[in-house]
């Protein structure tokens, strides 16, 4: 069984920052990718971004330049480092990784006051 844990988040003012990590553990086999979603009320979920065991980064176009993601590959551990927030960045971030099957957090709600 693999478990994949959040922490961070919270309530920032506009054009802070906060930063987001996700750790995965178990019965991992080897992680191919690990990610975020978010979705905010009302609105479709969404790909923030995901990172390949490679290094190779994928990011939504609404929060290039803004976001940047990372990971420690021996702790099988991804971090979000997000700046300049907006208000639109209100939503619950949920991290993903990719082994053998797709496992899910339970997210955590980042709110961005304007």
């Known amino acids: 069984q693999v478990q994949v844990v959040e922490s961070g988040g919270g309530l920032v003012q506009a054009g802070g920052s906060l930063r987001l990590s996700c750790a995965a553990s178990g019965s991992i086999f080897s992680i191919n990718a690990m990610g975020w979603y978010r979705q905010a009320p009302g609105k479709q979920r969404e790909l923030v971004a995901d990172?390949?065991?490679?290094?190779?980064?994928t990011y939504a176009d609404s929060v290039k330049g803004r976001f940047t993601i990372s990971r420690d590959n021996a702790k099988n551990t991804i971090y979000l480092q997000m700046n300049s927030l907006k208000p639109e960045d209100t939503a619950r971030y949920t991290c993903f990784a990719v082994s053998r099957g797709t496992y899910w957090g339970k997210g955590n709600l980042v709110t961005v006051s304007s």
């Open positions: 990172i390949t065991s490679g290094g190779s980064t």
